[in-house]
T-cell receptor, first 114, second 114 residues
Framework: SQQGEEDPQALSIQEGENATMNCSYKTSINNLQWYRQNSGRGLVHLILIRSNEREKHSGRLRVTLDTSKKSSSLLITASRAADTASYFCATDAGGTGGYNKLIFGAGTRLAVHP | DGGITQSPKYLFRKEGQNVTLSCEQNLNHDAMYWYRQDPGQGLRLIYYSQIVNDFQKGDIAEGYSVSREKKESFPLTVTSAQKNPTAFYLC?????????????FGQGTRLTVV
C-alpha cells in the first residue's frame, strides 16, 4: 500500500505562477522527501525535511511539514516551463529491523505553459 | 563518475520466461531498492536491501526475486509467476544505517511482455 497521497493529481499553470502540491501520509515518519521525474526517466531528489522540522527552502522550492496532520506541501515559486514534470513525495518510516524504507505516493503531474 | 546504472533500458519478455534486470552502483551505498511504476502511477516497492546477503520484501514482492551478493549490485529477476510484468522498473540506492538520507535513482528499465 502507498504511504503518501499527493493532491492534486494534475496541475496546469502558466509560467511565472506558483505551484503548490500537497502530500498526506498515514504513519509516523523519520523524514519526508520530494522527488521530481521527467517523463520516462529516473527520479531526482529535490529536498528532504526531517520529522522535527517544519519548513525548509531550497532555491525556488519551499517545503512544509505538519506531523500533527501528517501532511506536507511543496511550493514551487515563479514556475518555468522546465519545471514540467511529475512530483512525488516519499516517506521514510523505517522498515524491518529499523532499515530505511522509502514509500512513494502516486505523484502530481505538473504542466507549466509558456 | 559516481552513479547508479540500470540495464538494459528496454527489455522484451515472452510469456513464461524469467528475465533479470541489472542494477549497479558505485556510490558505496549500503541500501538498494527496486520499485515498479505503472503508467501514470506512483512507485511501488518490490524489494529492498540494507546489507550484503540480506534483503526484505516490499509491498509487491510476489513473482519477483533478488540477490545481494555484492554491495554494488542488486539484480532483480522477474519470474514467470509475475502475471502482469509489463512496467517501468526503477532501482535506487541510499546510505544506510543513517537516518535522513536521500535516494539516488537509475534511469529505469522498461519491460514489455510480447
Amino acid at each position: 500500500s502507498q504511504q503518501g497521497e499527493e493532491d492534486p493529481q494534475a496541475l496546469s499553470i502558466q509560467e511565472g505562477e506558483n505551484a503548490t502540491m500537497n502530500c498526506s501520509y498515514k504513519t509516523s515518519i523519520n523524514n519526508l522527501q520530494w522527488y521530481r521525474q521527467n517523463s520516462g526517466r529516473g527520479l531526482v531528489h529535490l529536498i528532504l525535511i526531517r520529522s522535527n522540522e517544519r519548513e525548509k527552502h531550497s532555491g525556488r522550492l519551499r517545503v512544509t511539514l505538519d506531523t500533527s496532520k501528517k501532511s506536507s506541501s511543496l511550493l514551487i515559486t515563479a514556475s518555468r516551463a522546465a519545471d514540467t514534470a511529475s512530483y512525488f513525495c516519499a516517506t521514510d518510516a523505517g522498515g524491518t529491523g529499523g532499515y530505511n524504507k522509502l514509500i512513494f505516493g502516486a505523484g502530481t503531474r505538473l504542466a507549466v505553459h509558456p | 563518475d559516481g552513479g547508479i546504472t540500470q540495464s538494459p533500458k528496454y527489455l522484451f519478455r515472452k510469456e513464461g520466461q524469467n528475465v533479470t534486470l541489472s542494477c549497479e552502483q558505485n556510490l558505496n551505498h549500503d541500501a538498494m531498492y527496486w520499485y515498479r511504476q505503472d503508467p501514470g502511477q506512483g512507485l511501488r516497492l518490490i524489494y529492498y536491501s540494507q546489507i550484503v546477503n540480506d534483503f526484505q520484501k516490499g509491498d509487491i514482492a510476489e513473482g519477483y526475486s533478488v540477490s545481494r551478493e555484492k554491495k554494488e549490485s542488486f539484480p532483480l529477476t522477474v519470474t514467470s509467476a509475475q502475471k502482469n510484468p509489463t512496467a517501468f522498473y526503477l532501482c535506487a540506492s541510499s546510505g544506510a544505517w543513517t537516518v535522513n538520507t536521500e535516494a539516488f535513482f537509475g534511469q529505469g528499465t522498461r519491460l514489455t511482455v510480447v
